[in-house]
């Protein structure tokens, strides 16, 4: 199973980016049934947990990110999403896709002030 992260970039406070990861080497059933979830690791920092979605759609955020980020599936296209608004410096971080114990490569996300 592979995971290729894009979407990352430099963006400006308040500006917006659509991070997508696209997994490879996964059937399509089993996609649906894993769960989903984006991580972000801050220089310096641990990795946290960003937002998480289930087979049933349901979701959890941290609560940094409550109500500017979405994340979203695509099953058919084995595919997930974040959505980011209303974005941040301190939102700066590389972000990883999860499925199941799979990571992906990451994609780096820098929020200018």
């Known amino acids: 199973v592979q995971l290729q992260a894009s979407g990352g970039g430099l963006v400006q406070a308040g500006g917006s980016l659509r991070l997508s990861c696209a997994a490879s080497?996964?059937?399509?059933?089993?996609?649906?049934?894993?769960?989903k979830a984006w991580y972000r690791q801050a220089p310096g920092k641990q990795r946290e947990l960003v937002a998480r979605?289930?087979?049933?759609?349901?979701?959890i955020y941290a609560d940094s990110v409550k109500g500017r980020f979405a994340i979203s599936r695509d099953n058919s296209r084995k595919k997930v999403y974040l959505q980011m608004n209303d974005l941040k410096p301190e939102d700066t971080a590389v972000y990883y896709c999860?499925?199941?114990?799979?990571w992906g490569q990451g994609t780096e996300v820098t929020v200018s002030s």
């Open positions: 999860l499925l199941t114990d799979y």
């Open positions: 080497g996964m059937i399509t059933s089993t996609f649906w049934g894993v769960d």
């Open positions: 979605i289930n087979s049933d759609g349901n979701t």
